[in-house]
């Protein structure tokens, strides 16, 4: 017991001190900290509720304020929502690979133009979003790790979106008649361009060596003379503060000691010199000293994808009510800069998975690690804050991967089977509330993906916060196993006919995904190989059934090579599209028939995940007979962007 000093200090600058006898604060509880001591927990009146945003409490004795300091965060009930959802209309959008694009133009992996333009085909079929995957940076150097959802850092971006030649660098090259196209260059890309699969080695080669080039002639015309450019940049660095400028260090170690191994082979940073193995070591402060000019190079990356990240941005709060549908992974690679990073925030020997369920009956590892509870509480929840923060720029919807992970995680121990983890629980309730803050911040809405085995109240809790569910029709199902009728489905939700890591129409008409989890020996017991096409036949009999009561499905199935039928496409898009659902999502690969899926759970190197392309250019999307009907039929169903 005893007297306290206090002193609030508001983000915007306001201060408050106040004094309080601690035998006069009501007690909530009592207890032990994790030192085994005895606790007791008082509640802390304030002289008022500050508003909305990040502030500061110190706390010391009456002496003075030498005592301790806590973040404090006021949040929003709820997540921000346009006019156009607290409506209660109704749209639809497309929602892609963005790195799976093909145009006439990219350098064989789609980039920030391609995805303006996507915005443009969207809204003149009448859409109301674009959706893609997450633009988390990765490992450049590392091709055969694509993977947007094990990134090397879910901060930033990934470099190679860029569009080379929608650079102002590039521009000014060509008007200065020394154009970058070489022709061992040119025909490289023209390779890459046509290529059944994304080739991320060509891509990764021909652009880092454009990137090199462009950054030296920005540095000599525009850093060295301060021109307004150079002016413009240096405020985006500044702004971008320590995190920024630490992934820019990180990358320029990176360039400098990832294929240090035994022979030129690969090094993860923690086999890199001990000195720089931490990012607040002195050698990593004398590194970057020496090495300003590679540090300024990867810093010029991020300016530039930023610029047109929001170019595309902008264009689709111009022209579509929901703007650009981001996404966030729920994890980070152990090898990557956000680890380096926040090393302190991290479990050691630990992955992210799943358990097993009826969709996983093996469980999954994702190999992945996440932040830990406890430090992350202690560091004010500051990485967590960034993370939304930087995924909400230049978007108007981002959906929350595997959003259980605001609750709990399933923790596996490395080398362990899946079967072998446990579940860690989370602080939900100031997780929500930074993500409703955030929400607010940048007039973004929120989805939660809520896939999987769902924990008690989740579901209801996630509504109640204004974010929205987020529902697939092969999961929709009853205790028979027949489809749930569209007027079931929440009106707070989002809707589609599949994600990346489930089969494409066409794969779960032909059982394509049935038959490659055979070849790929991923079914737990011979009796679940056995059964699994028997099973994909009873759902196909089910979701005519659905189809015929729900969305006036006639006529034949099949096409003549045993794919869905152009009536069948568009009745399962009737069903979805007479769902309650404020948004609703149309994967092209379900109107082009493509059977390969994007992702193949539980494998790595045996199935060419993140790798393929679809089969039409960006450009040509809103003339497309299949997509030109969908979207007539979809305004026909009430859904559009009025």
Not at 496 to 521: I, M, Y
Request: charged residues 25%; contains cysteine; glycine residues 8%.
């Amino acid at each position: 017991p005893g007297t306290l000093d206090l002193r609030l200090t508001e983000e915007g600058g306001r201060v408050e001190t106040w004094r309080v006898d601690t035998r006069d604060l009501a007690e909530l509880d009592r207890g032990h900290d994790p030192q085994g001591r005895p606790m007791v927990r008082r509640a802390l009146p304030l002289p008022h509720l500050p508003p909305l945003g990040y502030h500061r409490l110190d706390i010391g004795p009456a002496a003075g304020l030498d005592g301790t300091e806590a973040t404090l965060i006021v949040v929003p009930d709820r997540c921000w929502q346009p006019d156009f959802l607290l409506e209660g209309r109704r749209t639809w959008g497309v929602s892609v690979q963005l790195y799976a694009l093909r145009s006439r133009a990219n350098w064989g992996h789609g980039d920030f133009s391609d995805l303006a333009n996507l915005v443009d085909g969207v809204a003149d079929l009448g859409g109301g979003f674009v959706g893609i995957n997450p633009l988390h940076a990765l490992f450049h150097e590392r091709p055969d790790r694509p993977s947007p959802y094990s990134p090397n850092s879910r901060m930033f971006l990934a470099p190679h979106y860029i569009d080379v030649a929608a650079m102002p660098d590039m521009l000014d090259l060509k008007a200065a008649g020394r154009p970058l196209d070489a022709g061992d260059q040119f025909h490289a890309r023209e390779q890459a361009r046509h290529a059944h699969q994304v080739d991320y080695a060509a891509v990764a080669a021909a652009k880092q060596a454009a990137f090199d080039a462009l950054y030296r002639d920005f540095r000599d015309n525009h850093l060295a003379l301060d021109t307004d450019r150079a002016r413009d940049f240096r405020r985006f660095v500044e702004a971008g503060g320590t995190g920024l400028r630490t992934f820019a260090v990180f990358e320029a170690l990176r360039d400098a000691h990832a294929f240090s191994g035994p022979g030129g082979s690969w090094q993860p940073w923690w086999f890199w010199p001990e000195g720089h193995r931490h990012p607040d070591s002195p050698d990593v402060a004398e590194f970057a000293d020496l090495n300003g000019g590679r540090i300024d190079f990867h810093l010029y990356l991020q300016w530039e994808a930023d610029r047109q990240l929001r170019a595309a941005g902008e264009r689709a709060r111009e022209r579509l009510p929901l703007g650009l549908y981001r996404d966030v992974a729920v994890g980070f690679d152990r090898d990557g800069a956000e680890h380096w990073a926040h090393q302190d925030l991290a479990p050691q020997g630990v992955s992210v998975g799943c358990p097993l369920d009826l969709r996983n009956p093996i469980g999954q590892v994702w190999g992945v690690l996440p932040y830990a509870p406890v430090p992350l509480h202690d560091a004010a929840y500051g990485p967590f804050i960034s993370l939304i923060r930087s995924n909400m720029r230049h978007a108007g919807v981002l959906r929350i991967d595997h959003a259980f992970q605001l609750l709990r995680l399933y923790w596996i121990p490395l080398g362990n089977r899946p079967t072998e983890g446990g579940y860690i629980q989370y602080p939900l309730e100031d997780l929500l509330g930074i993500i409703a803050l955030e929400s607010h911040r940048n007039r973004c809405a929120v989805v939660a993906e809520d896939l999987g085995t769902i924990p008690p109240g989740f579901r209801e809790r996630i509504i109640e916060l204004g974010a929205l569910s987020f529902r697939v029709l092969h999961r929709e199902r009853e205790a028979d196993r027949s489809y749930k009728a569209p007027d079931t489905y929440p009106a707070v939700s989002t809707v589609a006919t599949g994600t990346h890591d489930q089969a494409t129409l066409s794969g779960f008409w032909t059982g394509r995904d049935v038959e490659l989890r055979r070849l790929l020996n991923l079914y737990p017991t011979p009796e679940a190989e056995r059964e699994a096409p028997v099973t994909r036949a009873q759902d196909r009999e089910a979701l005519i059934a659905a189809l015929r009561r729900h969305a006036g499905f006639e006529g034949a199935a099949e096409d003549a090579d045993g794919l869905p039928s152009d009536a069948l496409i568009q009745a399962v898009h009737r069903f979805l599209a007479r769902t309650p659902s404020r948004m609703m999502i149309v994967q092209p690969e379900d109107l082009t028939g493509e059977t390969e899926q994007v992702n193949m759970p539980s494998t790595v190197d045996q199935h060419p995940n993140w790798k393929r392309r679809y089969s039409f250019d960006v450009e040509d999307l809103a003339t497309l007979p299949r997509m030109v009907a969908l979207a007539r039929l979809l305004a026909e169903e009430g859904r559009g962007r009025g």
